[in-house]
């Protein structure tokens, strides 16, 4: 089974976090934000992973640490329990409407942490979720699972689909990226590991 439980304590966050790639969309998740556990939520479901998540942060000064910490918990999640990538497909590029928003996410295993981010327009603020918080968690993503990401948000006209049509998409091209295909022998870089 590709799993991994991980528990992190700071000063600012305590996160118990449980992974299954190859799961069925289930998740339970509490971070105390309500927008961002809807997010985890959908990333989860469209991911075919099953995910649960409690994290207790210091949300009395701002969601910055809980966002980035569970983006850590999570990054790390995924590559332990990736291992040595054998296998895998490696590579996703994946677009997704949601009504009048549409998103690109193109997500590359390497071994290498890199986050390209682009959505401009965003409103400040859906419900009480800061939306700068979002490329904070692709960018502790991005450094702790070791991935090449690329976030694209096209176009878009309400903040919460916008945002919304980016994790569809994260989620959707991490299951496909993250599968195993038959036809792969072993890693699939010309290096040899990756
Ligand atoms: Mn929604």
Same mark, same amino acid.
Request: with cysteine; charged share 20%; hydrophobic share 45%.
């Given at each position: 089974m590709r799993s991994y439980e991980i528990s992190r304590t700071t000063t600012e966050t305590d996160i118990s976090l449980k992974l299954s790639i190859d799961g069925t969309g289930e998740s339970s998740i509490q971070t105390g934000i309500g927008f961002f556990d809807h997010m985890l939520t959908l990333l989860t479901k469209h991911?075919?992973?099953?995910? *649960? %998540? !409690?994290?207790?942060?210091?949300?009395? !000064?701002?969601?910055?640490?809980? %966002? #980035?910490? !569970?983006?850590?918990?999570?990054? #790390?999640? =995924?590559?332990?329990?990736l291992g040595n990538k054998a296998g895998i497909t490696r590579y996703a590029s994946i677009t997704t409407p949601m009504d009048e928003a549409l998103s690109t996410v193109s997500l590359d295993i390497s071994g290498r942490a890199y986050l390209v981010y682009q959505a401009t327009g965003l409103k400040e603020k859906v419900g009480n979720f800061d939306t700068e918080l979002v490329e #904070? =968690?692709? *960018?502790?993503?991005? $450094?702790?699972?070791?991935?090449?990401?690329?976030?694209?948000? !096209?176009?878009?006209?309400?903040?919460?689909?916008?945002? #919304? $049509?980016?994790?569809?998409s994260f989620g959707r091209a991490l299951d496909i990226a993250t599968q195993k295909s038959e036809r792969i022998k072993g890693i699939p870089s010309t290096k040899g590991s990756l």
């Open positions: 991911g075919l992973f099953d995910l *649960q %998540v !409690v994290c207790n942060g210091d949300l009395q !000064v701002d969601q910055h640490h809980s %966002v #980035e910490d !569970v983006g850590i918990a999570l990054g #790390e999640a =995924f590559r332990q329990a #904070e =968690f692709f *960018q502790a993503f991005a $450094s702790n699972a070791k991935v090449t990401l690329h976030i694209h948000n !096209v176009y878009g006209k309400n903040t919460h689909h916008m945002i #919304e $049509s980016i994790f569809k």
